[in-house]
């Protein structure tokens, strides 16, 4: 497989934030992702180190991981730091042999949100 170039869909700053992936292969047929691990980083400048402005890991059970299916999640509390404007972002894949391979490259872009306090 190679790398999908992949742009997200905006989100809002300080929103838990949930994107569903299905990992297939270069045949189009869902991957058996279990026991894999994922790894997804939001950088603003893709220079600088890791673990960049907003990073996660992730990983599939059950009937999801067996058809391929992954949902990286972000909670309000993380996505609360960021600042409004856009990211770049990838999506690692470690398989259970350990081979690492970047799934998805793209950007994504947060928006600033208007509630800053919720009582």
Known sequence: MSYESKDLPPFVRGDDWTIKLNIKDSNKQAVDITGYTYYMTLKSDID???PGDLQTTASSVGA???SGILYINFTNIQTDTLESKTYNYDIQQRD???T???LF???VKVVKDVTRTIA
Do not use: F, L, N, V
């Open 48 to 50: 600088s180190a890791d």
């Open 64 to 66: 999801d991981a067996t």
């Open 96 to 98: 259970d042999t350990g």
């Open 100 to 102: 690492i391979q970047t």
């Open 105 to 107: 490259i793209g950007k």
